[in-house]
C-alpha cells in the first residue's frame, strides 16, 4: 500500500482535547513496488527473501478518511500522563473503528499540543534532545479490509470472504520517540492479534522517521460555554 495523506489537527489548549483528521490518495497491488522494496531491504541486510509476494491484490485505488479524537484522563505534570482515545476509519482500504489508551512517559512538555510544534520552529528551538516512552493497547472493530478481502473495484484470487474476518481484534504498541527541534525518530513494537479465522497473532517492528516540511497555524477560539470562550490551535500540515 501506498499513499499521500493530507491532515487537520485541532486542539483544546483548556481541556486538551485532541482531535485529527486526515484525507488518505493512493494504491495498493503491484504497482505501488512493495515487492521490489522489501526484497532489495533483505537483501542489503542479509535477511531471506521475503515470501508470499505471488499473492498480494490486485492494483486498487486508496481513498480514506480517518478521525481520531484523544482526551486525558491523567496528567500530573510534563513527565508522564494518561490518555483515552477514540478513531473511526472508513473507505476503500479498512473500515474500522477502535477503542483505547496511551500512557507515556519521558520528557513530555505539553503533550496534548505536541503536534503545534511542528509548525512553529520557534515553539521546539529551546527543547533541545527528548525521550518519550509510551505504550498503546487498543481494541478495534473490523468491518472491512481490502488488504485481505480485494479492492472494491477490483476482482481478486487470493482473498478472504467477509464472513471470514474475525470482526473484534486487539493490537498494542510498545517503544519510544527521540525528537530534536523538527526532527523525530520512533521505534516501536506492534502486537496483533489474529485479524481472520484461523489466523495468528503477529508481531512487527517499525522504525520511523519524521521531518516535517512546512505547516501553516490559524487561530480559532472554541466556546464550551457561550460566556467563557476557549482558546484552541488548528493545525494544518
Known sequence: VLYLSH????????????????????????????????????????????QGWPYQTSNSLVLDYRLYHER????????????????????????????????????LGDFFTRDHALADPAATAVRGWRLQAFLHPEFRLLFYDATLEGGFFTSNKYVLDGHDLEPLYFQGDLGMVVSHGRFRIGFTQKIRTAEFKGGKTHTVGNI?????????????????????????THLLH
Request: charged share 10%; proline share 9%.
Open 208 to 232: 520511523t522517521f519524521s521531518i516535517p516540511l512546512s505547516g501553516r497555524i490559524t487561530h480559532t477560539r472554541f466556546s464550551p460555554d457561550p460566556g467563557t470562550p476557549a482558546p484552541g
Open 72 to 107: 486525558p484522563l491523567l496528567h500530573p505534570n510534563g513527565h508522564f500522563h494518561i490518555s483515552g482515545n477514540i478513531d473511526v476509519e472508513a473507505g476503500t482500504l479498512v473500515d474500522n473503528m477502535g477503542l483505547g489508551f496511551t500512557v507515556a512517559a519521558g520528557q
Open 7 to 50: 491532515g487537520l489537527v485541532s486542539v483544546d489548549r483548556d481541556t486538551h482535547a485532541y482531535l485529527s483528521s486526515s484525507l488518505s490518495v493512493g494504491a495498493m497491488g503491484p504497482a505501488t513496488g512493495g515487492a521490489d522494496l522489501q526484497s532489495w531491504f533483505h537483501q542489503v541486510i542479509g535477511y531471506r527473501k521475503p
